[in-house]
């Protein structure tokens, strides 16, 4: 059974940063892409970065240079350290994980950014 637990999400003011966290099982997440999606009221979810098992990233615009996703096999977790937030980061955060042709989806975590 694969489950993927978000970690990390909460109130933050803006300017302000968090750490999220993606605990996985039942994949082999070495071999996984892992990503990072988000979805506020009344918008469509959103790709916010990805992580290749090769390392290889990409972010959406709006976050390149404030946002890093990166990856620690030994943990099975993915991170996505997120900084100078603004208001219009504030969304649920979905962890996403590509494994064998099978797209997975964690609970989510919801950010909230005072201005």
């Known amino acids: 059974q694969v489950q993927l637990v978000e970690s990390g999400g909460g109130l933050v003011q803006a300017g302000g940063s968090l750490r999220l966290s993606c605990a996985a099982s039942g994949i082999r997440f070495s071999i996984s892409v892992m990503g990072w999606y988000r979805q506020a009221p009344g918008e469509q979810r959103e790709l916010v970065a990805q992580i290749s098992s090769l390392d290889s990233t990409n972010y959406a615009d709006s976050v390149k240079g404030r946002f890093t996703i990166s990856r620690d096999n030994a943990k099975n977790t993915v991170y996505l350290q997120m900084d100078s937030l603004k208001a219009e980061d504030a969304a649920v955060y979905y962890c996403?994980?590509?494994?064998?042709?099978?797209?997975?989806w964690g609970k989510g975590t919801l950010v909230t950014v005072s201005s």
């Open positions: 996403y994980s590509k494994y064998n042709g099978m797209n997975y």
